[in-house]
């Protein structure tokens, strides 16, 4: 049983019947070095591992968790869903309540299609935005993370980053080669492809606020212009908020940079995860009815899903949702801010020299003179960053009971559950971690 075998015995035997002995590869520490944790129970802004040690989290299942771990509200959501069954392979009016819900906060997202994960989401998006132009040619962003599809793993960040991948193996060249890469922030580089190639192009994707490659923030102005480009060329704008929806505010990213009344930009479509389903399988994708009734059955775009729309993952997010109001959103932003600040600090204190940037209350740290004299504008900068020094501070916290992402291009997470104590601990585990980082050779 785990319990009687050391957390290496664990890792081992996982190596064995599962590939890496994880599930999803960021998970592996691949870039951080060491054992990865394995864990038994989660509850509020905690993690506990199958050893029995208790962790502050700032994982938080890489977003979901946006009301802390195990909230007794949406736990009971979902319990009540199962005694009623599991799964139907049938519409339920859940379904419709939580599209409503989506609606209220992202009213552009006039019909909404469930999925089971973002990668289904954006991979659907990209397939409507095809279908609606009859066009092939895709074009994202270096260092976006769009999920795992084929179109979409060109130099995506995420856990392709950690790994230090260009790409995958196993897309093909035809795949490959309708996906055109630009650099993040990059206003001419995307005008100048437009005027090559615009007549080709089906769509532009883009994090709403990348948070795959640490968190690099969208330079004012520049989803504005994907906007702007998309639609004199009459291609697509899909804004992956797949990480960021529901998360930094109650409509996404696109609400605080937008506004919701009167927004300044709108894509096309939108691709939601993570917060959406509360923790459980849940994704989907939203956008005006004349482009979402492309989808089958009423349209020729064919998708599909035994488990979409699932009704105990509907329930989960129904109930994060209904709970994710704006104190909800005010505490994860003063807990963020919390942290950010005693992070600041503790690296000030060693003189390391580092950058926080942020995306409402998402944010992450990149080291080095370069990143802290200009900021963070794209992949190359964030890959240019004294990643080395992550790993031991990644180490020093985990030692003292922080659970910090596994990868310096991730963000770290809060939830509305980490409360003082929680963020006192952070705070206590900061100044010996940021002697580790001082301390990092190359
Ligand atoms: C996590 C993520 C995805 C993929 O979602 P999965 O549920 O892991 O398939 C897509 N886009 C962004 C921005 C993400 O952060």
């Given at each position: 049983?785990?319990?009687?075998?050391?957390?290496?015995?664990?890792?081992?035997?996982?190596?064995?019947?599962?590939?890496?002995?994880?599930?999803?590869?960021?998970?592996?520490?691949?870039?951080?070095?060491?054992?990865?944790?394995?864990?038994?129970?989660?509850?509020?802004?905690?993690?506990?591992?199958?050893?029995?040690?208790?962790?502050?989290?700032?994982?938080?299942?890489?977003?979901?968790?946006?009301?802390?771990?195990?909230?007794?509200?949406?736990?009971?959501?979902?319990?009540?869903?199962?005694?009623?069954?599991?799964?139907?392979?049938?519409?339920?009016?859940?379904?419709?309540?939580l599209a409503e819900l989506i609606r209220g906060r992202v009213?552009?997202a006039?019909?909404v299609?469930f999925?089971?994960?973002?990668?289904?989401?954006?991979?659907?998006?990209?397939?409507?935005?095809?279908?609606?132009?009859?066009?092939?040619?895709?074009?994202?962003?270096?260092?976006?993370?769009?999920?795992?599809?084929?179109?979409?793993?060109?130099?995506?960040?995420?856990?392709?980053?950690?790994?230090?991948?260009?790409?995958?193996?196993?897309?093909?060249?035809?795949?490959?080669?309708?996906?055109?890469?630009?650099?993040?922030?990059?206003?001419?580089?995307?005008?100048?492809?437009?005027?090559?190639?615009?007549?080709?192009?089906?769509?532009?994707?883009?994090?709403?606020?990348?948070?795959?490659?640490?968190?690099?923030?969208?330079?004012?102005?520049?989803?504005?212009?994907?906007?702007?480009?998309?639609?004199?060329?009459?291609?697509?704008?899909?804004?992956?908020?797949?990480?960021?929806g529901f998360?930094?505010?109650?409509s996404?990213?696109?609400?605080?940079?937008?506004?919701?009344?009167?927004?300044?930009?709108?894509?096309?479509?939108f691709?939601f995860?993570?917060?959406v389903?509360?923790?459980?399988?849940?994704?989907g994708?939203g956008?005006?009815?004349?482009?979402?009734?492309?989808?089958?059955?009423?349209?020729?775009?064919?998708?599909?899903?035994?488990?979409?729309?699932?009704?105990?993952?509907?329930?989960?997010g129904?109930?994060?949702l209904?709970?994710?109001?704006?104190?909800?959103?005010?505490?994860?932003?003063?807990?963020?801010?919390?942290?950010?600040?005693?992070?600041?600090?503790?690296?000030?204190?060693?003189?390391?020299?580092?950058?926080?940037?942020?995306?409402?209350?998402?944010?992450?740290?990149?080291?080095?003179?370069?990143?802290?004299?200009?900021?963070?504008?794209?992949?190359?900068?964030?890959?240019?960053?004294?990643?080395?020094?992550?790993?031991?501070?990644?180490?020093?916290?985990?030692?003292?009971?922080?659970?910090?992402?596994?990868?310096?291009?991730?963000?770290?997470?809060?939830?509305?559950?980490?409360?003082?104590?929680?963020?006192?601990?952070?705070?206590?585990?900061?100044?010996?971690?940021?002697?580790?980082?001082?301390?990092?050779?190359?």
């Amino acid at each position: 049983m785990p319990g009687h075998l050391s957390m290496e015995e664990v890792y081992r035997h996982a190596c064995e019947v599962i590939p890496g002995g994880v599930n999803s590869p960021v998970r592996a520490f691949g870039s951080v070095g060491g054992t990865p944790v394995f864990l038994a129970s989660a509850s509020g802004p905690h993690v506990v591992d199958i050893e029995g040690r208790e962790y502050v989290d700032l994982v938080c299942s890489w977003g979901p968790a946006l009301l802390g771990h195990a909230h007794p509200e949406v736990v009971a959501a979902v319990q009540d869903a199962a005694t009623r069954g599991l799964s139907f392979g049938a519409p339920t009016t859940a379904e419709v309540q939580l599209a409503e819900l989506i609606r209220g906060r992202v009213p552009a997202a006039e019909k909404v299609r469930f999925v089971s994960t973002g990668t289904e989401a954006t991979m659907t998006a990209l397939r409507i935005a095809r279908g609606a132009t009859g066009r092939d040619v895709i074009v994202k962003f270096a260092g976006c993370y769009h999920g795992h599809s084929d179109a979409l793993l060109a130099e995506a960040g995420s856990g392709v980053a950690t790994a230090g991948l260009p790409g995958s193996a196993g897309v093909t060249k035809a795949s490959a080669g309708d996906t055109i890469v630009l650099p993040y922030n990059d206003v001419a580089a995307l005008e100048a492809v437009f005027a090559e190639r615009g007549s080709e192009i089906a769509c532009v994707i883009s994090e709403a606020a990348p948070a795959n490659m640490g968190i690099v923030t969208p330079l004012p102005g520049f989803n504005e212009a994907i906007r702007r480009i998309t639609a004199a060329h009459g291609a697509l704008m899909i804004l992956d908020e797949v990480l960021t929806g529901f998360r930094v505010g109650p409509s996404g990213w696109w609400g605080l940079e937008a506004g919701v009344q009167n927004p300044t930009y709108t894509p096309d479509l939108f691709a939601f995860g993570k917060v959406v389903g509360g923790g459980m399988p849940l994704a989907g994708l939203g956008g005006p009815a004349a482009l979402m009734d492309l989808l089958a059955p009423v349209g020729p775009v064919y998708q599909a899903g035994t488990l979409s729309g699932n009704p105990l993952a509907t329930a989960a997010g129904i109930a994060t949702l209904t709970l994710a109001d704006a104190a909800a959103y005010a505490q994860v932003d003063a807990a963020s801010l919390t942290v950010q600040r005693a992070l600041a600090d503790a690296l000030d204190a060693v003189g390391v020299p580092h950058r926080i940037q942020t995306a409402g209350n998402l944010f992450s740290v990149f080291f080095g003179e370069d990143a802290a004299a200009r900021g963070v504008a794209t992949y190359s900068d964030a890959k240019a960053a004294d990643t080395f020094r992550y790993p031991p501070f990644f180490h020093a916290m985990l030692d003292a009971g922080v659970a910090l992402p596994p990868s310096v291009f991730e963000a770290w997470f809060l939830s509305a559950a980490h409360d003082d104590a929680a963020l006192n601990r952070i705070a206590e585990a900061l100044p010996s971690a940021a002697r580790a980082a001082a301390s990092a050779t190359r």
